[in-house]
C-alpha cells in the first residue's frame, strides 16, 4: 500500500477541515512537504479548481490552488516523493499548454510528476471560463489523446473538434516512458471507460469502499485495458465528503481511529483492490501535532498494512 501525505490547507472543504488550517502558509506546506519526504511518504496529491462560484462557497470553500503550479514548485522543494493531482480539470485548459507545463516539471523533477485528470463538475466554474459545460466529456477525451500524442510522438499531429495541430515539434519529452502516470478520477461509468482506455490509475471518490473491486473488474473487463499494473486509490476519509462537497456522516472513516482499526481497514482496502490510501488526521491543535501524528503513521501503521 502506498500512503498519500495529506497536506493541509490545499483546500478549505467544511466537511474535512479544521480550523486552524486556514492559517497554514505555504512556507509551511513546504516543510511539512519535506518531512513527508524525508519519512517516506509516497505521493502528495494537490486538488484544483479555479474559480468557485458563490453559491457554492458555503461548502466548497474558496481556496485551490493551480495543481501542475503546486506540483511543479513541491517537486522542486524535496527529492524523492511523488508529486500527483486530486485532481486536474482537464476540460479548462489547453492541452498543449498543460502537456508542456506538465512535460516541464517531470523534466526538471527527474521524472516525479503524476496527474490525475478529470471532467470537472461544477457548471459555474466553466461557465466563467467559456467552456461548454455540456461537452466536458468530449472535450476531456480528444484533450487526452492529444497530449498523449505530444509526449510520446516525435512529430505530434492531431485533428480534432477542439484541438489541432500538424508540422510542430514538442520538447522536452517526459522523463518518464512512454509518458508521465496519467490517472482518472471520478465515478461514472464515463470515467472508468476513460481510465481504462488511458490511465495507469484510478482515483475514487464517491464510489463506496465496499464498491471498489466491483468498480475495478469494471474498468479491466473494458476493451481499453490491456493488462497494464493499474493503481486504485481511496483514502480511509475520502467518503465523508459527497456530492457537490457536502458532508456524510461515516462511521468507517472517522479521524482518530486505533491504530489495530486503522491496519485493519487498509489491510480490508487493500484487499478491495485499493493500491494508495491515505489516513484522515484527527483534531490537533496546528502544524506540530499535524506532523506529529503524520509520522506516527508512516513509523506505526505502515510496517502493518500488507
Known amino acids: 500500500m502506498q500512503f498519500v501525505f495529506p497536506l493541509p490547507h490545499m483546500l478549505r472543504l467544511p466537511a474535512m477541515s479544521q480550523p486552524w488550517e486556514a492559517s497554514v502558509t505555504g512556507a509551511d506546506q513546504t516543510r511539512m ?39 511543479a514548485y513541491l517537486a522542486g522543494a524535496t527529492d524523492r516523493i511523488r508529486l500527483n493531482s486530486c485532481i486536474t480539470v482537464l476540460p479548462l485548459q489547453h492541452p498543449i499548454v498543460l502537456a508542456k507545463a506538465l512535460a516541464t516539471a517531470d523534466w526538471m523533477s527527474g521524472g516525479r510528476m503524476m496527474v490525475t485528470f478529470g471532467v470537472g463538475w461544477l457548471k459555474g466554474e466553466f461557465d466563467a471560463l467559456g467552456v461548454p459545460f455540456r461537452e466536458r466529456g468530449r472535450i476531456a477525451d480528444e484533450y487526452l489523446a492529444a497530449i498523449v500524442e505530444l509526449w510520446t510522438s516525435d512529430s505530434p499531429s492531431f485533428d480534432g473538434r477542439y484541438v489541432s495541430f500538424d508540422e510542430i515539434a514538442f ?28 490511465a495507469s490509475g484510478w482515483w475514487s471518490f464517491l464510489t463506496p469502499p465496499e464498491k471498489i473491486a466491483e468498480r475495478v473488474e469494471f474498468i479491466k473487463s473494458q476493451d481499453g485495458y490491456d493488462g497494464r499494473p493499474f493503481d486504485v486509490v481511496h483514502g480511509l476519509g475520502t467518503n465523508r465528503v459527497g456530492e457537490g ?31 494508495v490510501s491515505a489516513v484522515p488526521i484527527p483534531k490537533v491543535r496546528g502544524v506540530e501535532e499535524y506532523l506529529d501524528y503524520a509520522q506516527w503513521v508512516i513509523e506505526e501503521i505502515r510496517p502493518q498494512v500488507r
Not at 505521493?43 to 501542475?68: C, D, K, R, W
Open 33 to 71: 512537504a519535506r518531512c513527508a519526504d524525508a519519512w517516506g511518504y509516497d505521493m502528495i496529491a494537490v486538488p484544483e479548481h479555479f474559480v468557485i462560484p458563490t453559491e457554492h462557497l458555503e461548502l466548497s470553500g474558496p481556496h485551490y490552488l493551480q495543481s501542475t503550479v503546486a506540483q
Open 171 to 198: 520538447e522536452p519529452k517526459p522523463v518518464q516512458r512512454p509518458h508521465l502516470p496519467i490517472w482518472i478520477g471520478g465515478d461514472a461509468d464515463a470515467a472508468l471507460r476513460r481510465a481504462a482506455k488511458y
Open 245 to 275: 462537497h457536502v458532508a456524510q456522516k461515516d462511521p468507517h472513516a472517522r479521524p482518530g481511529m486505533s491504530a489495530a482499526e486503522i491496519v485493519d481497514k487498509l489491510n480490508w482496502l487493500g484487499e478491495q483492490g485499493v493500491t
